[in-house]
Nanobody, 117 residues
């Protein structure tokens, strides 16, 4: 059984930093990439950052230069270092495992990030 366990969310002041972790356990076939998405109240879920097994990264324009995604392939674990946080980063952050179609993606349960201004 596959599980995505997220950690590292919390409350931080604007300008501060947080580091999210996501560890995927179980046998996962056909991984294309792992990444982070977020959903703020009343808004749609949006991409934050993704990373392939080869280390290629992709970031939302709103976080470029402030967020860094990294990965430990051997552990199927990814991290999201979030610096210079702004209040608009407040959201539930979800870990995602994107797999080769038609295999379905896996999602974590989400971790709350709250940035106070």
């Amino acid at each position: 059984q596959v599980q995505l366990v997220e950690s590292g969310g919390g409350l931080v002041q604007a300008g501060g930093s947080l580091r999210l972790s996501c560890a995927a356990s179980g046998s996962i076939l056909g991984i294309n990439a792992m990444g982070w998405y977020r959903q703020a109240p009343g808004k749609q879920r949006e991409l934050v950052a993704t990373i392939t097994s080869g280390g290629n990264t992709n970031y939302a324009d709103s976080v470029k230069g402030r967020f860094t995604i990294s990965r430990e392939n051997a552990k199927n674990t990814i991290y999201l270092q979030m610096d210079s946080l702004k209040s608009e980063a407040t959201a539930v952050y979800y870990c995602n495992v994107q797999r080769r179609r038609p295999l379905p993606d896996y999602w974590g349960q989400g971790t709350q990030v709250t940035v106070s201004s």
